[in-house]
């Protein structure tokens, strides 16, 4: 999964050195800041948005540590504590994001159409998403939605790629 990451963050690099990156990810350091921080050099910027204290803590503690080696004299890597449904309550203003980079995330919101939202709203004119997520080709029962081990697992909330496509109906 990382190898795919990386060919994405190696094409966005030649068009977006000192862009500023929104990921939206599970956690630090994980493959997608690692590389973002490097792609944005030290002017650039990297944001990432948890709702929970034990990620932003385990986010947080690396942070030094990849500054160091990457020669930086200042962090450029940001982490936020709030949900993806509501980026303005965590301060990102409306066209201020190059590129969002989502690595499995949507799935677990229960409300994708205002992640989407979000994301595009914080997007810049010509910015860019990327994301990779659990997918599903029909439309999950109830009983799966709502069972905290398969949500747990991210298939609970697979989006059916129908709603993706624009599709409201059912499998074709």
């Not at 690396?62 to 962090?75: E, F, L, N, T």
């Not at 677990?108 to 997007?123: A, C, D, G, T, W």
Request: overall charge negative; aromatic content about 10%.
């Amino acid at each position: 999964m990382t190898g795919g990451i990386e060919h994405f963050f190696c094409l966005l690099y030649a068009r977006r050195p000192s862009s500023t990156f929104f990921c939206i990810v599970a956690y630090y350091p994980c493959p997608p800041f690692v590389i973002a921080s490097q792609l944005v050099g030290p002017n650039g910027t990297v944001i990432g948005v948890d709702m929970t204290d034990e990620q932003l803590a385990v986010a947080r503690a690396h942070v030094d540590w990849h500054m160091q080696r990457y020669g930086y004299s200042k962090p450029n890597v940001t982490f936020l504590k709030g949900v993806i449904e509501d980026l303005l309550s965590v301060g990102i203003q409306d066209a201020t994001v190059d590129v969002c980079v989502s690595n499995c995330v949507l799935n677990l919101s229960p409300n994708k159409p205002q992640v989407l939202s979000e994301i595009f709203r914080v997007l810049k004119p010509g910015g860019e998403l990327y994301f990779s997520d659990v997918f599903c080709d029909r439309r999950l029962p109830a009983a799966l939605k709502g069972d905290q081990e398969v949500l747990g697992e991210c298939l609970g909330g697979a989006l059916y790629i129908g709603t993706l496509r624009g599709r409201e109906g059912g499998r074709e």
